[in-house]
């Protein structure tokens, strides 16, 4: 059974920085590549930084750019999430989801985990 | 501002068949890149719906089917249940953006 369960989330302050790890299990993860999803309070659904299996290729949300850096570790069958300069519109609760697809272009995401709550608020 | 567009509410009683459009434009839909839909219950994760236009993942009903034309995709959902009743978002690859990008979202009622 696919699992992924984030953790790393919490309350911190505007200009702060927030690692967030997400553990994957049930699959063989380096075949994957992965990635985050958010969602503020009351609105819709974001896509906020991709990763290929290997962890050559990275992909952002012109949002987060240069300042959000996603990674793995493909020895933990673990995604991260840095977070940093953190802004008051980044609160929202982040999804770590598997990508799957035939190419890039038309990847979806199969697997979600349960979600963590960041907030950047003084 | 979504870049796919999507009817804020929909509605529906039970047993009925309702529809939920996705609008896109040529960087995205136009251009030939799948829709995917998820569906995300009240307090839940999103979960996979339909992928690749209108193929359903193993475990979802047969209720669900999805659909694609030109610039835009359709979700449909016959015999409509109370369970039904959540927040249904349809999602692509945009050229433009070079990433995945989501509709604003749909929320289903079952009156």
């Known amino acids: 059974e696919v699992q992924l369960v984030e953790s790393g989330g919490g309350l911190v302050q505007p200009g702060g920085s927030l690692r967030l790890s997400c553990a994957a299990s049930?699959?063989?993860?380096?075949?994957?590549?992965m990635t985050w999803v958010r969602q503020a309070p009351g609105k819709g659904l974001e896509w906020v930084s991709g990763?290929?299996?290997?962890?050559?290729?990275?992909y952002y949300a012109d949002s987060v750019k240069g300042r959000f850096t996603i990674s793995r570790d493909n020895s933990k069958n673990t995604l991260y999430l840095q977070m940093n300069s953190l802004r008051a519109e980044d609160t929202a609760v982040y999804y770590c989801?598997?990508?799957?697809?035939?190419?890039?272009?038309?990847?979806?995401?199969?697997?979600w985990g349960q979600g963590i709550l960041v907030t950047a608020s003084s | 501002q979504s870049v796919l567009t999507q009817p804020p509410s929909v509605s529906g009683a039970p047993g009925q068949r309702v529809t939920i459009s996705c609008t896109g434009s040529?960087?995205?839909?136009?251009?030939?890149?799948?829709v995917h839909w998820y569906q995300q219950l009240p307090g839940t994760a999103p979960n996979l719906l339909i992928y690749?236009?209108?193929n359903r993942p193993s475990g979802v009903p047969d209720r669900f089917s999805g659909s694609k034309s030109g610039t835009s995709a359709s979700l449909a959902i016959t015999g409509l249940q109370t369970e039904d009743e959540a927040d249904y978002y349809c999602?692509?690859?945009?050229?433009?953006?070079?990433?995945?990008?989501f509709g604003g979202g749909t929320k289903l009622t079952v009156l």
């Open positions: 990763l290929s299996g290997g962890g050559r290729n990275t």
């Open positions: 690749g236009n209108s």
């Open positions: 989801a598997r990508f799957h697809g035939g190419n890039l272009q038309q990847y979806h995401f199969d697997y």
């Open positions: 049930g699959f063989t993860f380096n075949n994957y590549a």
């Open positions: 999602q692509s690859y945009d050229s433009s953006l070079s990433g995945w990008v």
């Open positions: 040529s960087s995205n839909i136009g251009a030939g890149y799948d």
